[in-house]
């Protein structure tokens, strides 16, 4: 990669994200932290003000305008094929989402790019049992859940057909065994559980804030799944 596409490269970064450390810019581009200091002041040398917060990282100053990114043929085409993927194993309300993320995307296209995916559109498929749709439309309301750090209020069936209501504190949304699973801490048990999202009966996304003030990480929790990644 020449130094011109890096420094595009660096400042889409920047621009997906409210920090990035250097080290994280070093490892994505496969450069030097040196490097980075020198490519982030070619940035500022051109008017890009691009500003620095301790034990944080690097960041696009607020306010500042930036030019629609521009998509290759190939990053388009990338993007319709996850379009199929998002219609077999998301919901409703990420189809929905990513279906309007879809068409910005195609209306910053060149016209001879738009004629080209169109044509890809249609020779595109993927067949998916019925078994596995998802015909639930609560992953938006998760994702919003996690991010925001609120308790989620749950009616919820068992295996057993058990119907309780539960609260808990979402930490993450894993996909294993063809389902989508919640996993959170579950004021009801006092302990971590794996909600399947299909045996969701309601949600209900609450203001009360998670009352645990760090919790045990995504990725310890999926190393105790009875599964291997």
């Given at each position: ?9 660096i ?32 940035l ?6 691009v500003?620095?917060?301790p034990?944080?990282?690097y ?23 996850m ?8 919901d ?7 279906s ?10 060149r ?35 996690i ?52 045996r ?5 996304c ?8 760090k ?15």
């Amino acid at each position: 990669m020449n130094r011109i596409d890096r420094l595009f490269g660096i400042l889409t970064l920047l621009q997906s994200k409210k920090f990035v450390t250097g080290e994280k810019i070093a490892e994505k581009f496969n450069i030097s932290v040196r490097s980075v200091y020198r490519d982030i002041k070619a940035l500022n040398e051109q008017g890009i003000p691009v500003s620095f917060e301790p034990h944080r990282g690097y960041f696009i100053v607020n306010g500042y305008f930036l030019q629609p990114v521009s998509f290759s043929t190939e990053e388009a085409n990338a993007l319709l094929l996850m379009e199929s993927i998002v219609s077999a194993f998301a919901d409703k309300s990420i189809h929905q989402h990513y279906s309007s993320a879809l068409t910005k995307v195609k209306s910053v296209l060149r016209s001879s790019q738009k004629d080209s995916i169109e044509k890809l559109a249609a020779n595109i498929k993927l067949q998916v049992p019925v078994c596995f749709v998802q015909s639930f439309d609560y992953l938006t309301r998760i994702q919003q859940a996690i991010s925001s750090q609120k308790i989620l209020e749950i009616g919820y069936t068992n295996k057993q057909d058990e119907v309780s209501v539960r609260k808990l504190e979402p930490i993450g949304l894993v996909f294993y065994a063809l389902s989508w699973h919640l996993i959170g801490w579950c004021h009801n048990k006092k302990d971590y559980r794996d909600f399947r999202v299909s045996r969701i009966l309601r949600i209900q996304c609450t203001e009360e804030n998670f009352t645990i003030p760090k919790h045990m990480p995504l990725d310890d929790y999926m190393s105790l799944l009875p599964v291997k990644y």
